[in-house]
């Protein structure tokens, strides 16, 4: 059996495959190494009852996500991963690397992201190529749903919605300034 998973910092989405077939799947909360420790992924793994059944099936799994880009997350998460699947060979890649794969497969092409967070990159049939476009949800991630909520967030704020969207939004969060700013920074 294979294991397929993509992961945001949100979700996992996890496929099982056999003999080029899905026979199971799940989702999980998101496995972003920059945010979840070897602790938390153990905890997020033990409550999917698909994957503490198929554990020791799983021969190989092939992981891609969000914030695995460094050698040492790449790592830590293979780590992890090989510890709670023992008898799997673990491939981690970042996520930008499972979209170029998924959409380019092994020929050239560009390949952009675009989410909770965005990336892009030129794909040379065997990797993304380095770049330095992607800043990450603080600094950058332009036309993602994190900068679209900053910005929505940001004119609440400073009182430049118009005072319709105004109104939809207080009436669908129930926030005001000062609690917004409190979840923010406290």
Request: aromatic share 12%; glycine share 8%; with cysteine.
């Amino acid at each position: 059996m294979i294991a397929v998973v993509y992961s945001g910092s949100r979700t996992a989405f996890w496929k099982l495959t056999q003999n080029g077939q899905v026979v199971a799947h799940c989702n999980t909360s998101g496995i972003n190494p920059t945010f979840v420790d070897s602790k938390m992924l153990l905890q997020i793994l033990n409550k999917k009852v698909v994957l503490v059944n198929n554990a020791e099936n799983i021969k190989k799994i092939y992981f891609f996500a969000a914030g695995a880009s460094s050698p040492d997350r790449k790592e830590e998460l293979s780590k992890t991963l090989s510890s709670f699947f023992r008898y799997s060979k673990v491939f981690v890649e970042d996520d930008l690397f499972g979209a170029a794969k998924a959409a380019c497969y092994d020929k050239p092409g560009i390949v952009g992201m675009l989410g909770s967070g965005s990336h892009c990159a030129y794909f040379d049939g065997k990797k993304p190529l380095k770049n330095n476009f992607g800043l990450g949800y603080i600094l950058g991630d332009e036309g993602s749903s994190n900068y679209f909520g900053k910005m929505l967030l940001k004119d609440f704020l400073s009182e430049k919605l118009p005072a319709d969207l105004e109104a939809k939004f207080i009436g669908n969060y129930n926030l005001d300034r000062p609690q917004i700013l409190e979840r923010i920074y406290n």
